[in-house]
């Protein structure tokens, strides 16, 4: 009797693994994409601390960083407020008037412009949550969610 595999053994084992490949693959893509949302929506929890701090010590006046490109912005908000954030997957800006800031961040490399997109997440000096990506899964904190 000969040792090994038969043919029909090894078609059945490469179906096996092609069915859980094909349920694995887009499970991998999305909590990915769940990771990298929550790190954008801890960068801008950071930059509302910054202007936050940055308000207390000019007589309320917010920083505003916004025009630029993706990697101009964020040396932007490094210079200025202190806060570092990762430009590979988000581009952040923050925009306002004077005693309210928005901060802004979009998906894809983009520049932030509109908070109803839906790769973008807002957050205003309130606290308030909006955008597109935080009306779905990606709910930072559902009290302060608008839109």
């Not at 990298?36 to 930059?47: E, K, V």
């Not at 407020?81 to 928005?102: K, W």
């Amino acid at each position: 009797m000969k040792k090994g595999f038969t043919l029909a053994e090894l078609l059945i084992t490469v179906v096996i693994l092609s069915v859980l490949t094909a349920v694995a693959i887009p499970n991998f893509t999305a909590s990915i994409n769940r990771a990298n949302a929550r790190q954008a929506i801890a960068h801008l929890r950071a930059i509302r601390s910054a202007e936050k701090m940055y308000a207390a010590r000019n007589q309320g006046a917010y920083f505003y960083c916004n025009g630029g490109t993706a990697v101009q912005n964020a040396g932007c908000l490094l210079t200025n407020l202190g806060v570092e954030v990762a430009t590979e997957r988000y581009s952040f800006d923050v925009t306002g008037s004077g005693t309210t800031f928005l901060a802004r961040t979009v998906s894809g490399g983009g520049v932030p412009q509109d908070c109803t997109a839906a790769t973008a997440i807002c957050l205003s000096d309130a606290g308030v949550w909006s955008g597109g990506l935080v009306a779905t899964s990606y709910r930072p904190d559902p009290a302060t969610v608008t839109g």
